[in-house]
C-alpha cells in the first residue's frame, strides 16, 4: 500500500515537473517556413532569427546599432516657431480646427530613419535527398537557446544556437550522432550594400554599409527614391561587418567568398560576431564612427580562445541571473491536461478554441521576460550597453519595416518597458534610461528651434539617433499623429519609475531629475491660460484619433486633450516628489505645485465616460485603438478607486464604450487598464483575446493575436504586445502605484491557486505569494532598502514579528509597518 502511494506522489510529482518545463519551451514538430514561425535570440546586441530548416537552416540576422542615417539634421524648418501664435489664435479665439490643423502642418520636421536588417546565414547540408524523421525544434527559454534535431538515414542531426551576451558573440553547434557524417556549407548574405572576403584564419567576412535615408514604409511620394545610399558627407549610414569561423576536431574545412565548406566532421562549432561604427546619436557614423572591422575580430578572437562550455556556461549563467529571478505557475485544474503535450502552434490554436490552458498563459509571461532580455541589455565588461528594444525588439526583416521599427513613444515604446520594473529586470530598462539622456539633447534643439521655448521636447517618432521633432517631412504629415508633444514628458515617467521601484537617489539626483526638470521647463512654456482661466496645451492632439465638430467634419488639433493634461500633471507630480526626497529646488517645486493646481482638471462626458477632449466632442471612431485618455488610470496614477472614484467609474465606463477591439498593443493596454480597474475577469479576458492564435502577417488595425512563434500581432508584428500581455499579468497580481502594496488586486476567478516569487513593487520590496480558492494564502515581503510597507490585501492577515492593526476599509485590509533593510517579513492569511 505504502509503495503504491509512494509511486502515485512520485508519478505526480514527475507530471508537475514536465508540465514545468515545457511550460518554459516554445517547440515545434516542424520547421519554420516564415519569419513569424521562426525563433528569436538576441543578446541587446546580435540578433538572429531561428528557422529550423532541414536541408538547409536560415538565421536571419540584426545587429541593434545598425539603423540608416546618422545625427539629427538641425535647421530644417526654421519658419516654425512663426506659426505658434497663428495657431494658437485659431484655437483659443476661432476655434477653428481645420485651420489650426494646416497651420500644425507647417511646424513639422523630417521622418525618421530606420532600423535595418543585417544579413542571412544558411546552412545546406548534404543529406543526398533523403527524408528526414523524428523532427523537432524549440526554444527553451529556460536557459535562451534554440535547437532543432531530426534524423536522416539513422543518423541523428542536432543544431543548437544561442547569443552570448557576456562574450557578444552567436554560436551555432552542429553535431552528428555517427562519427563524419556532417557535410554542408555556410554561406552568407545582405539586403544591403556588402562585399564578402576571407582571411587567413579561414573566417567567412560580411562588411558593408546602411543607407544615408530610408524613407518609412507608409511615405512614398513620386519621383523620391525611398532608400538613398549616396553620403558624400561621410554622416549617413553605420558601416557593418559580421565575421564567421568554423572549428572542427576532425572535419575538412575549406573557406572562400561562396561560403565555408565543412566535410566530414563529427561536431561542428560556428561562431559568429557583428560590430557597427555607431558610436554615439551625435556622431558621425562613418567618418567619425568605431572601427567596426576591429571590434567584429576582436568579439571573435575572444571568443575562439575559449572552450565551447566556457562560452555555453557564462552565457546561461548570465541569462538565468535575470531569468531566475521571478517564478509564476497558476495551477491547472485539468487533470493530465492533454494540450501540454502538444506544439506550441497546436497548442496556441488548441487554446485559441476556449481550452484551458493556464500553463500556455505562464509561457508568455515569462516569453515577454525572454524577450525583455534578449533585446535590451546594459554594459558588461568589454561589451557596451545596447539602444532599447525598438517596435520590433531587435528583429527585423525588412529594408523598410513596419513604421520603420523605430521608436514610437505615443505608446509603444514605453510599452516596452513596463514589465522591466515590475518582473524584476530592472537593469533592462538601463538602455531607455540612458537613450532618454541622448533624446533630450535633441529635444532642446527641436523645442528652441521649433517652438522658441526652454526646456526638451519630444514627439511621437524617434530613432536611435534622437530624432525629436515632429515628423513629416515639413508639411506631409497627419497632425493627428505628427503633432503630438509630450513624447519626452512620458518617456520622463520611466526616469521616476526605475528610482521608486529601486530608491536609488544618486540615479534620481544626478540624471533623473535634471532631464525631468528639463522637460518640465518645456511644458510650463506650452501652457497657455485658456478662456476658462485653467491652463492648457495649445495646440494639442490625442494620439492617432480625431473628434467630430458641431457641423460634421473631422478634426485633429484642438486644445488640452485629456492625454496632454495628465502627462504634464505627472510629471508636475513626479518632480514634486522628487524634489520632497531629495531636499532641495524648493522654489521650483513650490512652482509647479501652484501650475499643477491651475492644469484644466478630468472632466467626465454626457455618457458617463471621461472625456478625451475638453469638450464632449463626439470621436470620429469609438473604438478606436488608442485610448489615450485613461494614462491618468494607467500608467499614470491620477485616477483611482479610493482617491478619485467618479473619475475611476468614468474610466470604466470609457473602456465599456471603447469595446475590446483592437490591435495586439491595444488589447495589452486593456489588460492593464482592466487590472488597475480591479476587473481580474475583464483583464483576463483579453488576455485570451491576446493570445488568439494568428498567422496574418498583414491583416486591418483590429486584428490582433500571436504568431505561431508567439510574437505579437498588430498585425504584422510589434513587440509591444508582448511586454504589454507579461506586465498586464503582473498588475493583476501586484500593484504599487499608490505608495502601498495591493497584494492580487485584479485576480481573476480562473486563476483559483498558484505561486509567484520575485514580483517588485515600488519602494523598494521583493515578494512571493501562494493564493488557494482565488484569496491570498501567505506571502513574503523583502525590505530591499528599509522603507515602510503599506500592505493591502483581500483578507485579514498577519505579519511574523510585526505588530499591526487590519484596518478594514472599502477595498480590504490596510496594515502599514517599519521595515529593516534585508529583512524578510512573512505574512500569512488569517
Not at 560576431?273 to 571590434?295: H, I, Q, T, V, Y
Not at 522628487?578 to 509647479?592: N, P, Q, W
Not at 519602494?763 to 515581503?781: Q, R, T
Request: proline share 6%; glycine share 8%; hydrophobic share 35%.
Amino acid at each position: 500500500m505504502k509503495k503504491t502511494l509512494l509511486f502515485s506522489v512520485f508519478c505526480c510529482l514527475v507530471s508537475q515537473v514536465f508540465a514545468q518545463k515545457q511550460n518554459l519551451k516554445l517547440w515545434y514538430n516542424k520547421p519554420a517556413t516564415q519569419w513569424v514561425e521562426a525563433l528569436p535570440v538576441g543578446n541587446g546586441r546580435i540578433g538572429a532569427m531561428v528557422f529550423g530548416g532541414v536541408e538547409q537552416e536560415l538565421l536571419q540576422l540584426n545587429e541593434s546599432t545598425l539603423w540608416s542615417g546618422g545625427p539629427v539634421k538641425t535647421k530644417v524648418n526654421p519658419e516654425s516657431p512663426s506659426y505658434l501664435p497663428q495657431l494658437r489664435e485659431a484655437l483659443l479665439k476661432e476655434e477653428d480646427y481645420q485651420k489650426a490643423n494646416q497651420l500644425a502642418k507647417k511646424m513639422q520636421g523630417l521622418f525618421t530613419e530606420s532600423y535595418m536588417p543585417m544579413g542571412d546565414v544558411k546552412i545546406v547540408h548534404d543529406l543526398q535527398g533523403a527524408k528526414p524523421t523524428a523532427y523537432y525544434r524549440d526554444l527553451n527559454i529556460d536557459n535562451a537557446i534554440a535547437s532543432t534535431r531530426f534524423t536522416v538515414n539513422g543518423v541523428e542531426y542536432k543544431r543548437e544556437v544561442f547569443t552570448s551576451a557576456p562574450d557578444n558573440i552567436l554560436i551555432v553547434k552542429i553535431s552528428a550522432s555517427q562519427p563524419k557524417k556532417l557535410n554542408f556549407v555556410v554561406s552568407a548574405s545582405s539586403q544591403l550594400k556588402y562585399s564578402l572576403s576571407t582571411s587567413a584564419t579561414r573566417e567567412l567576412i560580411v562588411s558593408g554599409k546602411a543607407p544615408s535615408h530610408v524613407n518609412p514604409n507608409y511615405y512614398n511620394p513620386k519621383g523620391q527614391q525611398p532608400i538613398i545610399y549616396d553620403d558624400p558627407a561621410g554622416c549617413g549610414g553605420p558601416r557593418f561587418q559580421f565575421r564567421i569561423k568554423a572549428v572542427s576536431k576532425d572535419g575538412q574545412i575549406a573557406t572562400d567568398t561562396a561560403g565555408i565548406q565543412v566535410k566530414n566532421a563529427t561536431e561542428v562549432t560556428i561562431y559568429l560576431s557583428a560590430a557597427s561604427s555607431f558610436n554615439g546619436f551625435d556622431k558621425c557614423p562613418d567618418k567619425d564612427g568605431k572601427d567596426e572591422k576591429a571590434l567584429a575580430q576582436n568579439y571573435l578572437n575572444k571568443a575562439l580562445a575559449k572552450p565551447y562550455a566556457t562560452l555555453l556556461s557564462a552565457h546561461t549563467a548570465d541569462y538565468q541571473t535575470y531569468f531566475n529571478r521571478l517564478v509564476l505557475n497558476v495551477k491547472d485544474t485539468t487533470i493530465n491536461n492533454p494540450n501540454i503535450k502538444l506544439p506550441a502552434d497546436e497548442r496556441l490554436m488548441s487554446y485559441s478554441k476556449g481550452t484551458y490552458d493556464p500553463g500556455l498563459e505562464m509561457l508568455y509571461f515569462q516569453f515577454g521576460r525572454y524577450l525583455l532580455i534578449s533585446s535590451s541589455r546594459p554594459a558588461q565588461k568589454g561589451v557596451p550597453a545596447g539602444p532599447p528594444a525598438n517596435l520590433q525588439g531587435i528583429w527585423n526583416k525588412e529594408m523598410r519595416p513596419p513604421w520603420s521599427s523605430n521608436y514610437t513613444i505615443n505608446i509603444n515604446t514605453e510599452m516596452n518597458y513596463w514589465p522591466a520594473e515590475v518582473a524584476n529586470l530592472s537593469e533592462m530598462h538601463v538602455p531607455l534610461l540612458d537613450w532618454i539622456k541622448d533624446l533630450s539633447e535633441t529635444g532642446k534643439v527641436t523645442a528652441k528651434e521649433f517652438y522658441g521655448a526652454r526646456g526638451w521636447v519630444a514627439h511621437h517618432n524617434a530613432d536611435i539617433w534622437g530624432m525629436s521633432n515632429p515628423v513629416g517631412n515639413v508639411g506631409d504629415g497627419d497632425p493627428v499623429w505628427a503633432n503630438w508633444y509630450m513624447g519626452g514628458n512620458w518617456l520622463c515617467q520611466h526616469l521616476w519609475e526605475h528610482y521608486r521601484f529601486t530608491g536609488d537617489k544618486t540615479f534620481l539626483r544626478e540624471k533623473a531629475y535634471p532631464i525631468m526638470k528639463e522637460a518640465a521647463l518645456f511644458s510650463l512654456d506650452w501652457l497657455v491660460e485658456g478662456k476658462n482661466g485653467y491652463l492648457v496645451t495649445a495646440p494639442s492632439t490625442s494620439p492617432e484619433n480625431k473628434f467630430k465638430q458641431e457641423n460634421g467634419e473631422e478634426a485633429a488639433v484642438s486644445i488640452g486633450t485629456t492625454m496632454d493634461m495628465s502627462i504634464i500633471y505627472d510629471l508636475f507630480s513626479n518632480l514634486i516628489d522628487a524634489g520632497k526626497d531629495l531636499g532641495d529646488d524648493a522654489e521650483f517645486t513650490k512652482l509647479l505645485t501652484e501650475k499643477r493646481a491651475k492644469l484644466l482638471p478630468l472632466q467626465i462626458g454626457s455618457k458617463g465616460q471621461l472625456q478625451e477632449w475638453y469638450k464632449d466632442f463626439p470621436e470620429t471612431d469609438p473604438q478606436h485603438r488608442h485610448v489615450s485618455h485613461l494614462f491618468g488610470l494607467h500608467p499614470g496614477r491620477q485616477i483611482s478607486p479610493t482617491l478619485t472614484p467618479k473619475f475611476f467609474e468614468a474610466a470604466k465606463k470609457t473602456l465599456e464604450i471603447r469595446g475590446d477591439v483592437g490591435t495586439g498593443w491595444s488589447k495589452g493596454w486593456k489588460i492593464n487598464f482592466w487590472a488597475r480597474l480591479l476587473d481580474g475577469d475583464h483583464a483576463y479576458k483579453l488576455i485570451r483575446q491576446l493570445m488568439q492564435y494568428t498567422n496574418n502577417v498583414e491583416g486591418s488595425v483590429l486584428g490582433g493575436g500571436t504568431y505561431p512563434n508567439f510574437f505579437d500581432a498588430h498585425p504584422p508584428f510589434q513587440i509591444d504586445g508582448n511586454f504589454a500581455g507579461t506586465a498586464g499579468m503582473s498588475e493583476m497580481l501586484i500593484q504599487s502605484h499608490l505608495d502601498e502594496i495591493s497584494l492580487l488586486p485584479a485576480l481573476p476567478s480562473v486563476w483559483k491557486e498558484g505561486h509567484v516569487k520575485g514580483l517588485r513593487a515600488r519602494g523598494g520590496f521583493e515578494v512571493g505569494m501562494d493564493w488557494k480558492n482565488n484569496k491570498l494564502a501567505k506571502s513574503s515581503i523583502k525590505s530591499i532598502n528599509g522603507a515602510k510597507c503599506v500592505l493591502r490585501t483581500s483578507v485579514p492577515v498577519t505579519i511574523q514579528g510585526v505588530v499591526t492593526k487590519n484596518e478594514k476599509t472599502a477595498l480590504g485590509y490596510v496594515n502599514a509597518f517599519a521595515t529593516e533593510k534585508g529583512k524578510v517579513y512573512q505574512v500569512t492569511a488569517k
